[in-house]
Structures are given as structure tokens and as C-alpha cells.
């Protein structure tokens, strides 16, 4: 950026090194605003549903007390609110189905 600073003064001989930083500055900040954002867009449309679809567990609470998870087809109970805590029905080592993506 130095560089073009300095062939800009030799051209216009003005010293306008503050208007280039500006715009560098700027220029960085658009990038990362849609760098950000445009992946969580383009995962909507191709179908990813955040969290795997479960309205609680794998890191979001569960508002009823011994649900460990609540996802679509499956729901997970144990004896306390413990995330180490055996499961009450079915196979007690299961892990929760949003752990993992559907392909």
C-alpha cells in the first residue's frame, strides 16, 4: 500500500495516504461481512438444518426436566439432568441424533 501511496503523490502531488487506508480498512470489512454471512445463506438453501433439527440437546438446553435431547423421531430420557447420565429407554449408549449430519 506504501508503494501505491507514493506513485499516487508523484502523479497528483498530493499526499492522500489517509483516503487509501480508509478504503483499505473498508474494503476488509465488506469482505468479512460477506464472508460471514454468505455461507450461512448458501447452507439454508441446500436443506442444513442447525442443530440437526433438534429443538434441544447438544449444547441447548432442554426446558423438561430429564430430556436429554428432543429431535425429530427420537427423544432421549435419563434419571437426571446429567449429560453423562444413562439413558432410560432403549439402546443406553446411543448418542443424541443431532451429533451427527444426514447425508
Given amino acids: ?8 503523490e508523484l502523479l497528483t502531488g498530493t499526499r492522500t495516504e489517509g483516503m487509501y487506508t480508509v478504503l483499505e480498512s473498508n474494503l476488509q470489512q465488506y469482505v468479512e461481512i460477506f464472508a460471514g454471512v454468505l455461507p450461512g445463506i448458501l447452507m439454508g438453501f441446500s436443506g442444513f438444518q442447525n442443530n440437526g433439527g ?3 440437546g447438544c449444547g441447548v438446553s432442554c426446558s423438561s426436566p430429564f430430556v436429554r435431547w428432543d429431535c425429530p423421531g427420537d427423544i432421549g430420557y435419563a434419571c437426571t ?21 444426514n447425508a
Fill in 54 to 56: 433438534c429443538v434441544c
Fill in 1 to 8: 500500500l506504501a508503494d501505491i501511496i507514493d506513485y499516487d
Fill in 81 to 101: 439432568n446429567d449429560l453423562n447420565a444413562a439413558l432410560v429407554a432403549g439402546d443406553p449408549l446411543r448418542a443424541a441424533p443431532c451429533t451427527q449430519q
